[in-house]
């Protein structure tokens, strides 16, 4: 053998011009098939001679072809029994290690077969998706002799329902949908992980190995011998073969790009991978629906594939047992098969999505298969024909349960954008770096599955959804709420308003139920600014939300489509926090409809209530509340917080700290002695113990106490504060009262620890906006923001520097965003003059991008 030093440097210069081969890097699979003969060429260069007595064989990608370039190198010893063997493996490893090839091994005997197959799913696979490499092929062919032999009937279906469990597993950890914005192109749905399984599963089923001796990529190969088998038709070979390419020449970019194996496609990667397929800056986010299609494509397959194997395990049904629903279809169990062979009409399709809706059922493969080769060669039809369609569109929208369900399969299987020209344009659309998780076509539709789980749950949103009557309507408000995204986001609500009165006009509704849905369209962003931004114990706020409103229906329908909208943003976004605010607007909202009262009316009568139940006990009650010109007090706390706060006003103490748990945050109220500053020295104490404020409300009395209501949680969990940190938070706050520079130089302090906590929290830089708002009592200002930790004490503190009195603050947060509204004055109590707002535009921006 040559010197080890020699073979590394050869192999490191072979891979290196590999790797810097541009046009080669394009041809993902060629590009793999190569590098994968090269190192197990160095393998079997570096092993011969020291194997003996044992086979060696590749594993994974390597096995497969498909190394990309950071990949795991997995080889496998495999001996009949381990006998002394260990010293002549070791040698083996540290030769190949010292040479540049950093291999990943694992040794095993035929024994391991038996142990494996019972106790470990994941190392069991690895047995069968192996190639032979050097050493002892007779060893090898009896492992597999022995591996296949292993394997009986009720072993393979124990085998495939595991396979079946760990997708749903990876899937629940990686990303449960093919248009997942930041994808792991590996284990997100639609990854390249999802085709591996079917692999496994083929191979599993027939006790076959897949490896084969021609220089090919294993899947390309598997692909091929499936259609040449009659398993898929030549449409859907082509697309599985090229968007499994794609998906993994995003891989061999990223992994290049990046120099590590990193199979995160990430925002600030996304633009530069698509330079390298050919896309500029003006067009990039095209890159990225080539791959939102491309994972479809293979998410598509690998769920056909599934049920094709569950059925091949399950004990088949009878012929006698089938139901004809019409001329063109019928249903053995839960699967609807097609009885004719032709081409299908769009109005056919949507009557076979209409009975399997309604049904609850499933397509077979073929009928599947026949559906997707239709919609590739569909033109536009004939009036009479897309009449149909509609009239079965509409009747899906109508279907008591399933809807959400058979719209995303439609939508899954190219039949939305056939027939809905506007969603089509939606299809794989997204916002770079926003707090969306999903494309907008994807979003749409988890927020017309989440309404529908709304039957499952007994909640306050579940009870509104049961009582209304024409769901189907506001199943189309869902459909077009962002269907004009792609045109213009900045005012999509307008213009998706007029889309949905075009496209329901041509689908026949009549005007009453075009303009319902206009309304909720136009307003679908409305509720969520109002409970968010504003405060809900202020008149004028809950005044201008009602006003918009003609009836208790449109209401209820818009609370539902914001819910369903926030709720399908992501998993960050839709919290206990956000939900209460909806409900208590909801709630209020609807009274004042109900009884025809104003804002003012409301507050006055609930108020008025608290004080009568709280005077009858105690004396100072009345006073107190109505030494606090601000309507909301009563309506925050409860009747024996309240007499907690008189308790301790009364003390005389300097400040009072109360901690309460709230349903998914902690409501912090501090009571002391107004003074200049003291709501940013306090929200910067509340910062360096690493608490994110949701909201800071203000309450003064007619003699300078304040009342200052915090709800908070902690930045790194996102929920409600431990117990046991209440003590030292407490002590933090008492100190901001002393000295000003103490909490300053504290803040400052802390603000050296965070920036490796910031790293993971926030990934992007963005944008500053400071917009104002005229009320009849305050001037709000709106602060758009990228989020920091020590945000709002950085905000607070300028505004006190500028003079500005706050009396509300509500933070709302969607990842990585904030919009902070603040209900101001000046220090006189005057509203801020509109030819100062530029004044502090500027001074607020610049105070915020130096902390960016």
């Known amino acids: 053998m040559e010197n080890i030093k020699d073979i590394k440097a050869i192999f490191q210069n072979q891979r290196a011009k590999l790797f810097e081969d541009k046009e080669l890097v394009k041809d993902s699979y060629k590009f793999c098939v190569q590098y994968s003969l090269l190192v197990e060429e160095f393998i079997f260069k570096i092993a011969s001679g020291i194997a003996a007595g044992c086979a060696i064989a590749s594993g994974g990608s390597f096995s497969r072809r498909e190394l990309s370039p950071h990949s795991d190198i997995d080889i496998m010893f495999i001996f009949p029994e381990l006998d002394g063997s260990e010293s002549t493996i070791q040698n083996c490893i540290t030769n190949l290690w010292d040479a540049g090839i950093e291999v990943s091994h694992t040794v095993r005997t035929y024994s391991d077969i038996k142990k494996f197959l019972k106790d470990d799913l994941h190392s069991f696979t690895q047995f069968f998706e192996t190639r032979f490499i050097l050493g002892e092929e007779k060893v090898y062919k009896e492992w597999n002799n022995i591996l296949f032999e292993s394997i009986d009937e009720e072993s393979k279906k124990n085998l495939i329902d595991e396979f079946i469990d760990d997708i749903a597993q990876r899937h629940a950890r990686y990303g449960d949908s093919a248009k997942m914005l930041e994808p792991n192109v590996k284990y997100t749905c639609g990854g390249l992980r999802d085709l591996h399984v079917i692999e496994w599963m083929f191979s599993l089923k027939n006790c076959l190995l897949l490896t084969e001796s021609r220089e090919i990529a294993q899947t390309k190969s598997f692909l091929k011998s499936l259609q040449r088998s009659d398993v898929i038709n030549r449409y859907v070979r082509n697309d599985v073969i090229d968007s499994y390419a794609f998906v993994l020449s ?7 790009f990046t120099d590590t194996k990193n199979d995160r496609l990430e925002f600030r990667s996304q633009e530069k991978i698509a330079g390298y397929f050919g896309y500029d800056k003006t067009n990039w986010q095209n890159f990225m629906k080539r791959y939102f299609e491309a994972a479809n494509n293979i998410n598509r397959f690998s769920k056909t594939m599934v049920k094709k194997f569950r059925d091949e395990i399950t004990d088949p049904i009878s012929d006698y047992l089938a139901i004809d629903l019409d001329d063109d279809y019928s249903m053995k169990g839960n699967v609807i098969t097609l009885k004719n062979k032709g081409n ?27 559906i997707l080769e239709s919609i590739q060669d569909y033109e536009e039809e004939d009036r009479s024909s897309q009449e149909v369609s509609s009239v079965f569109f509409r009747e899906i929208l109508r279907l008591p349960k399933n809807v959400g369900k058979t719209l995303s399969m439609m939508n899954e299987m190219g039949v939305m954008g056939a027939f809905m020209p506007e969603f089509k344009e939606m299809i794989g659309f997204f916002q770079p770096g926003v707090y969306h998780c999903y494309t907008s076509d994807e979003h749409t539709l988890i927020a017309l599955n989440n309404i529908e789980k709304l039957r499952e749950q007994d909640s306050n949103a579940s009870k509104i959804f ?46 009453e139920e075009i303009a319902l849905v206009k309304f909720l369209v136009r307003h679908h962003l409305t509720m969520e600014q109002v409970a968010f931004r504003r405060n809900l114990n202020d008149p004028a706020a809950l005044n201008n939300f009602v006003v918009h409103f003609s009836s208790l229906q449109e209401l209820e329908m818009l609370y539902i489509l914001t819910y369903a909208d926030l709720s399908a943003v992501s998993p960050a976004v839709w ?30 009568a609930t108020t008025a209530d608290v004080i009568v139940q709280g005077a009858s006990e105690n004396n100072s009650f009345q006073e107190h509340i109505e030494s606090i010109n601000d309507l909301g007090y009563a309506q925050h706390y409860s009747e024996d917080e309240i007499n907690l706060h008189i308790n301790e006003i009364e003390k005389g103490s300097k400040i009072s700290v109360f901690f309460k748990e709230g349903t998914g945050f902690t409501n912090i109220t501090i009571i002391s002695v107004d003074a200049p500053s003291l709501l940013s020295r306090l929200c910067g104490a509340l910062s360096i113990n690493d608490l994110n404020i949701h909201s800071a409300q ?18 790194r969990t996102h929920k409600p504060i431990e117990p046991s940190r209440y003590e030292s938070i407490e002590l933090s706050l008492m100190n901001t ?20 906590l910031e790293s993971k929290l926030f990934k992007r830089k963005g944008k500053v906006k400071i917009e104002f708002e005229k009320h009849e009592k305050y001037t709000i200002i709106d602060v758009f923001s990228p989020d920091r930790l020590g945000l709002l004490f950085t905000i607070t503190k300028k505004m006190n520097e500028l003079g500005l009195v706050i009396h509300l603050a509500k933070i709302s947060t969607k990842a990585d965003d904030v919009v902070d509204a603040f209900y101001t004055l000046y220090r006189d109590g005057k509203k801020v003059s509109p030819k100062d707002y530029e004044l502090i535009r500027v001074e607020l921006t610049s105070v915020i991008e130096e902390l960016l």
């Open 344 to 370: 299908l009409s769009l109005s056919e399709i949507f009557r076979a999505f209409y009975y399997r809706g309604l049904k609850d059922a499933r397509f077979d493969q073929k009928l599947r298969w026949k």
């Open 466 to 511: 049961a009582g209304i009557k024409n769901k189907d309507i506001l199943y189309l408000a869902v459909i077009f709420h962002d269907i004009a995204k792609p045109i213009n986001v900045s005012g999509h609500e307008i213009i998706g308003a007029e889309i949905a009165n075009s496209v329901m006009e041509r689908l026949n509704y009549d005007q």
């Open 250 to 256: 995003v891989r061999n970019h990223l992994h290049l």
């Open 698 to 715: 203000i309450f003064t009395r007619d003699d300078g106490i304040v009342i200052d209501s915090f709800s908070v949680t902690d930045f």
């Open 737 to 756: 009262l002393d000295e000003e520079r103490q909490i300053i130089k504290e803040f400052n302090k802390a603000k050296s620890k965070w920036w490796r």
């Open 575 to 604: 919290t206990h926090w956000k939900s209460d605010l909806l409900a208590e607007l909801f709630r209020k909202s609807k009274y004042m409809i109900e009884d025809r009262i104003s804002g003012e009316e409301l507050l006055h």
